[in-house]
Nanobody, 119 residues
Framework: QVQLMESGGGLVQPGGSLRLSCAAS????????MGWYRQAPGKERDLIAS???????EYSDSVKGRFTISRDNAKNTVYLQMISLEPEDTAVYYC?????????????WGQGTQVTVSS
């Protein structure tokens, strides 16, 4: 069982910045991929950024150039640095971990953190 604890959400003005954190309860090297998703009211949960165990990253077009995903292996934590935030970025942000346990992989979700971009 992997527990993920997200933090860092809040209210920010358009053009502002936030950094989200996702702390894992296991050694991060046992996590094959970690991703950040977001879900706005009435919309589906979408993948916006991911990072593999080797450090490879991918971004959705909607956040590319504004958001940066990174990991601190010593802290078993993944971050999402968000700049130039727009009202359209308002959503609940979720962390997902794909954990390798022997020959099996299991997916785990964090509880979500609210990001509101508004003046």
């Amino acid at each position: 069982q992997v527990q993920l604890m997200e933090s860092g959400g809040g209210l920010v003005q358009p053009g502002g910045s936030l950094r989200l954190s996702c702390a894992a309860s296991v050694n991060i090297f046992s996590i094959v991929t970690m991703g950040w998703y977001r879900q706005a009211p009435g919309k589906e949960r979408d993948l916006i950024a991911s990072i593999t165990r080797s450090g490879s990253t991918e971004y959705s077009d909607s956040v590319k150039g504004r958001f940066t995903i990174s990991r601190d292996n010593a802290k078993n934590t993944v971050y999402l640095q968000m700049i130039s935030l727009e009202p359209e970025d308002t959503a609940v942000y979720y962390c997902l971990a794909i954990h390798l346990n022997g020959a099996r992989t299991n997916s785990y979700w964090g509880q979500g953190t609210q990001v509101t971009v508004s003046s």
